[in-house]
Structures are given as structure tokens and as C-alpha cells.
């Protein structure tokens, strides 16, 4: 790019270029390096390339069985585009060294380009440390931050602010009192934000009589507010239902989202930037799954996309943009082995994807190229 041409000009064009171009641009000049590494050239970026075709992050374990018989697992993650040609475009991924050193990590969530991993001690400790690393797919670079004082009534999401674009860890402990009539909760939550690097009180509190099941966690985080799976006593008849807590990142506000009339909640996953809940409806006598979209952020509307079923000896991993499941279905002969595969939900039509692992070990998340943490410091660990 010739440097007759206007600053401003030269920096209209590199919001338009990928990612990957402008990673190797950093090294042409100190100015183009200082631009492209700012905080407010980074969030331009984002704005021009949000709505761009998305990626689907695929990690699972794969056996390495040694000469003397012992059986190791190791982490692999591939990129999909997701897109017109989809799956065409499918390619390893280079993992950074704090993502490696991760023992069973799980997804807690994607926004703006970044994947949240939570690796947590296995037990029942108290007070334990915990990690979080949070991972630009894109510019392959994590920082990891330590989760202090976690306990086996702790729940963890991650998020990014849609405002700041600043990235966020919210950690919410709680302890359950049983009296002689009613069922309380008290709770503590703290959030993270990543450009102060300190744990603080959250400002908003957890509404009252809410239960979260901590040993299988469901969250999703979408256009930068933050849902888990929880039970709530919010009828009238002073029984606990099936309900969804969501915190918005911005204002770090909890609400309470009611899900369809009828619904016995199975899970919750996102479709593009909108929540997506399935389960069965309340009469059903077979395993058809009934799926719906949030279609309103504010009001929780939801409406109903389609009815699947339900495959015997498959798990359901997510949404592709088209609306198509993402699901790991257990490969013939081999009971410890699974295939990830799409799954049509009119015509019940299933297509492998050619990725094979250790059964159980799948997880699918989708993501966007971005710079975010393109600023902060190699290999930063926040205490």
C-alpha cells in the first residue's frame, strides 16, 4: 500500500482486509503496527467484519496408544467455515500453549471472536483456584485467569461487553438454606473484566429462590449477554420449573427468562447471535424435540423453528448458521469412538463430517476472525 496515499484512506482499506492480512501487515511499519494495534482500530475492525461468514470450532480428544500399551488423549481442535461451501473449508488449528495446558477444558462460551475454556478441579474441594483462558481463535493468542475461591457451588461464564468490547468473567457462588417452609438462596457474584485485571462485586444481584445445577453446567453467550439453565420458583404454586437466567454484560443485570408454554427444557444453544432452547413438550410420549429461537432480547419472545428426533446413542452439539444440528453420533463396532456429523431435521437426513474421536469428548462453539486481545501482553496470566 503506497504511503502517498492519505492515512485515513490507507486506514478505510485495512478495516476491509481479514484478519490473517493484517497480522502480517503489523511488521511492514512501526506506524501501521501502532495502528493496528490499538484498541480503537481493533473495535472499527470488528464493526465492518461482525455480520461476515462465521467459523465452527470443533475440540475433542483422540487416543495415542504408546509401544508399552499405554493410552494417552490428546486435545485436537479444527476449523469449519461455515458457509455455501461448508465443509470444504476444514483446517487443524496451531493451539497456544495456555490452551494446551488445560486438564478437560470446557467451552463457557463464544463472543466477539472469543472462546472462553474453564478447567476446573475435579471433587469436591472447597476454595479451590481455578482457570479461565480466554482464546482469539484468529490471531491464535490467549491469556488465562485464575478463578479464586471456587467452590461445588460455583458457576462461571464468559462474555464480552457489547459497548467496551471488553471481555468478561462472571463467577457466582452461592449457599442453599433449607428451612421448615420455604427453600432460599443466598449468592455472591463477582465479575472479571479483563482491561483492569481485577475480580470485583458485581453491581446487580441474583433474583431470589433461583438453583443452579453445577455439576452439568449449559450456558450460552449471545450478543453480549450471558444464559445458564437453572431451576426457579417463580409460579405461584411455590414449585421450583425449569427457567433460564440470563446476565447482561453491559449493565450486569440478572433476569429471569421464561421459556415456552409447555416445554420440559433438554438444553439451550445459539443460532447466529439468538439464544435457541429444546426440549419436549410436557405431553409427549416420544422422543421428538421441539425447537425454538429468542427472537426479541428484551421481550424473550420465542418462536418455534421445528420439531426433530431425537436419535438414540447421539448428543446434540449446536446450531449451524443454516439451522441444521450439530450432533456426535457413536461409530459402528467401536463403543469408545465417536463421529461428529449434521443432522437434517425435515428430511432426517445424516451426513458425516470425516472427524472421529474419543466418544463423549466432542464440542462444537462457533466463532468470527477479530483482534480482540490483540493488545494485551503474550501470554499474560491474570492472578
Known sequence: MSHSIPLEIQLEIMKQLPVKSLIQFRSVSKTWKSIIDSSDFINKHYKVHHTKPQHLLVMYEDTLVRFSGQVDYKQKCVSIVDDHSFPKHKVSLKVPLLVKKLEC?????????????YSGTPGDGICRTDVVVIWNVSIRKAVAVFVPNVSIKTVIGFGVCRETKDPKIVKITYVVHTGIENLTCNSEVEVFTLSTGVWRRSYGGLPPHILFNCDIMNEVVTDGVIYWVAFGKITTNGNFTDVIISFDMTSEEFRVVTLPHGLKLVGISKLGESLVVYGQDECAVNLDYDVWVMCDGVSKLFTKLFTFTHIKGTSELGFRMSGKLIIETQEQGDDDRGQLAIY?????????????????????????????????KDLMVYK
Open 344 to 376: 437434517e431435521p425435515y428430511s432426517k437426513h445424516v451426513d458425516n463430517l470425516g472427524i472421529d474421536g474419543s466418544l463423549d469428548s466432542f464440542a462444537v462453539c462457533d466463532y468470527m476472525e477479530t483482534l480482540l486481545l490483540l493488545d494485551q
Open 105 to 117: 477444558p470446557r467451552v463457557i462460551g463464544t463472543s466477539h471472536g472469543l472462546v472462553g475454556l
